[in-house]
């Protein structure tokens, strides 16, 4: 069985800091890529950031490149996210999501269409 668990979530201050963590399990990790994607209120689920042990690169969506930060223990199969300096805009539920080879495999990396696993999200709010 297929599994992404999201955790790290929670209310965090503007400015503040979050580390988000996401173990998998039932697929092969070492030949799969995992992206962050989010989903604020009323908006489409966004690509957050996306890496492939792979080919070993990495993507960021503009509105977090130098803030975030994407990361993986290949041994035990598990993606973070540091989320630094964060801004109100960042709230939302956040997912990760896995896909076959690296992220920009059959489709662009930040697309959701193009994801086989997906986790059930972990909430941040950033409040003023």
């Known amino acids: 069985e297929v599994q992404l668990v999201e955790s790290g979530g929670g209310l965090v201050q503007a400015g503040g800091s979050l580390r988000l963590s996401c173990p998998t399990s039932?697929?092969?990790?070492?030949?799969?890529?995992v992206a962050w994607f989010r989903q604020g209120a009323g908006t489409a689920r966004e690509g957050v950031s996306c890496?492939?042990?792979?080919?070993?690169?990495?993507y960021y969506a503009h509105s977090v490149k130098g803030r975030f930060a994407i990361s993986s223990d290949d041994a035990k199969a598990i993606v973070y996210l540091q989320m630094n300096n964060l801004k109100p805009e960042d709230t939302g539920v956040y997912f990760c999501?896995?896909?076959?080879?690296?992220?920009?495999?059959?489709?662009?990396?930040?697309?959701?269409?193009?994801?086989?696993?997906w986790g059930k999200g972990t909430k941040v709010t950033v409040s003023l």
């Open positions: 999501a896995a896909k076959k080879m690296n992220c920009e495999y059959g489709s662009r990396w930040d697309s959701e269409y193009g994801m086989e696993y």
């Open positions: 890496t492939s042990s792979v080919d070993g690169r990495t």
């Open positions: 039932g697929f092969s990790f070492d030949r799969h890529s």
